[in-house]
């Protein structure tokens, strides 16, 4: 989900994860929160690699949030677990170049 990221960027990037058959009400708190969060994305993708594993892949992003798990208490009370992974492209930099401080 994408949306207006305010003064600083023209948008921000939102990954939810729901059970099946829900959807995402942003303005619903409570378990329905974003597990990343992020703004300046180059190259996102989001890539399965398995049932309980969500990859997130990017060359170039600024991260605001970021959980490595997701549970619910729909889906098995808690009890199935999907662990999320940040994946960038480069092992060197991820942030924008704009935004990378040298020493």
């Excluded at 597990?35 to 991260?63: M, N, P, Q, V």
């Excluded at 092992?91 to 704009?98: E, M, T």
Aim: glycine content about 8%.
């Amino acid at each position: 989900m994408s949306g207006d990221g305010g003064a600083t960027t023209a948008t921000e990037y939102y990954v939810y994860l729901v059970p099946a058959g829900h959807q995402v009400n942003p303005r619903n708190e409570g378990e329905n929160h974003a597990c990343f969060t992020g703004d300046h994305l180059k190259s996102l993708k989001l890539e399965w690699r398995g049932s309980r594993l969500l990859e997130i892949h990017y060359e170039e992003a600024r991260i605001h949030h970021f959980q490595n798990i997701w549970e619910n208490r729909e889906v098995s009370n808690f009890q199935y677990v999907v662990e999320l992974r940040l994946a960038p492209s480069s092992a060197d930099v991820g942030l924008p170049l704009k935004d990378q401080v040298w020493q």
